[in-house]
């Protein structure tokens, strides 16, 4: 009994501190500091509904938005809960075909000349959220003609929502896709 009461209480106390009073610290302070990211960073449409968080990739298809990077992610493109590339190497004669094809259905939109990797290779999570700066400018004339406004303004929208490298050097340039389609619906539906 000596040495099992010291023991209770110490998983006690750290049962406490650990499971509830530092979490609770942790996300009053990440809520008071950083209020958009520990809400989960979520977008919402012209009218306030919600419709995703800028850090998750969606899927989009109909040509008058931007596409983002294909997904592999099991039963359907963008799938939350089946987060995960396809593991197929690139010298995979299946893998090979998923590009070809994702190249042919590029090419049958208009899109012409280089098409870099994030159009038609999936990441290894399957849900980025963001294009890089050329896939997005090689989109720009489908979207408006698709939309019927000019690539100016199509341009603009994709410029606006550039996002630099964080803290100058990690990462690369990137274009959010949903805030991207967002402004796009906003101002040319």
């Known amino acids: 009994m000596k040495e099992i009461r010291p023991a209770l209480c110490l998983l006690l106390l750290f049962t406490l501190v650990c499971g509830g009073l530092y979490p609770a610290v942790v996300t009053g302070v990440a809520q008071l500091l950083f209020p958009v990211q520990a809400g989960g960073s979520l977008l919402a449409d ?111 929208i994709v410029a606006a929502h550039l996002e630099d490298r964080q803290f100058g050097f990690l990462g690369a340039p990137r274009v959010n896709v949903l805030a991207v389609n967002l402004e796009l619906d906003a101002t040319s539906p």
Not at 112 to 117: C, H, L, R, S, Y
Not at 137 to 146: L, W
């Open 46 to 156: 012209s009218s306030g509904r919600v419709v995703g968080s800028s850090l998750i990739g969606q899927s989009f298809t109909d040509p008058k938005y931007l596409w983002p990077r294909p997904s592999a992610t099991g039963d359907f493109a963008h799938n939350p809960m089946a987060s995960g590339g396809t593991n197929l190497s690139p010298a995979s004669r299946d893998h090979r075909k998923t590009v070809d094809e994702r190249l042919n259905r590029l090419h049958a939109t208009g899109v012409n000349g280089p098409v870099t990797a994030d159009l038609v290779q999936a990441s290894g999570s399957g849900l980025d959220p963001h294009v890089s700066p050329p896939a997005a400018a090689v989109q720009i004339r489908r979207i408006a003609q698709a939309r019927g406004v000019s690539e100016e303004k199509v341009a603009a």
